[in-house]
């Protein structure tokens, strides 16, 4: 059903905002379409509006074609639904999103870090707060050659990660995906069982 057309205010008469988006959408009828495209033939106010309303009828069309939005996005799509003026506003708020958005599913680079330092008067090893590392430890003096794993526990000794270690050569090596804050933590290096067999310090920062 096409949107209907009210000509009584005669020739001071311009189509309302939702006639000009019924036009951009290709929802009018027959007949209000050739009044409106005639009209639009002589009103350069109506064809301005017009360019602004298909200006603003395209974000909207690509934006639907785009992945999920999130919830900030669907909060600029309810403030921009009725404001065909915002049409730019709201392109460049979509690039922006979709750019943080595809950044944030780039995986972070390991940051080696080698541990050396028992516990003790020893200086804690460096490694940088916020990304994942791999963890080098040295292995001399270890009889046991496979089922290491290490336990990464704060200044409180609560735990914050648990993984398996690989042995490579005279280091043994964990990935630990999962950033640290700043602070100082405890490295702990367990054999098959549970007994543990090393402990180094970390100052994350």
């Known amino acids: 059903m096409g949107i209907g057309l009210d000509l009584s205010k005669g020739a001071a008469w311009h189509p309302s905002e939702e006639i000009l988006e019924g036009y951009a959408l290709n929802r009018l009828s027959e007949t209000t379409l050739a009044v409106v495209e005639e009209h639009l033939l002589l009103c350069h106010r109506c064809q301005d509006a017009l360019a602004e309303t298909e200006d603003f009828a395209f974000a909207m069309k690509s ?3 785009a992945p999920a939005p999130t919830p900030l996005l669907q909060g600029v799509f309810r403030f921009a639904n009725s404001r065909a003026t915002l049409a730019p506003l709201l392109v460049l708020a979509i690039v922006a999103i979709l750019i943080v958005r595809k950044h944030s599913h780039e995986p972070l680079t390991e940051v ?15 490694a940088p707060a916020g990304k ?26 609560e735990a914050v990660w648990k993984g398996p270690v690989t042995v490579t050569g005279e280091e043994l090596v964990a990935s630990m995906p999962n950033p640290l804050g700043e602070g100082v933590y405890w490295v702990r290096l367990y054999g098959n069982g549970s007994e543990l067999l090393r402990e180094f310090g970390i100052s994350a920062k």
């Open 63 to 65: 934006a639907a074609r």
């Open 112 to 126: 080696a870090v080698s541990l050396s330092s028992l516990r003790g008067p020893s200086p804690l090893a460096a």
């Open 132 to 157: 994942p590392l791999l963890l080098t430890m040295e292995s001399h003096d270890l009889a046991i050659k496979s089922g290491y794993r290490v336990e990464v526990v704060d200044a409180s000794g």
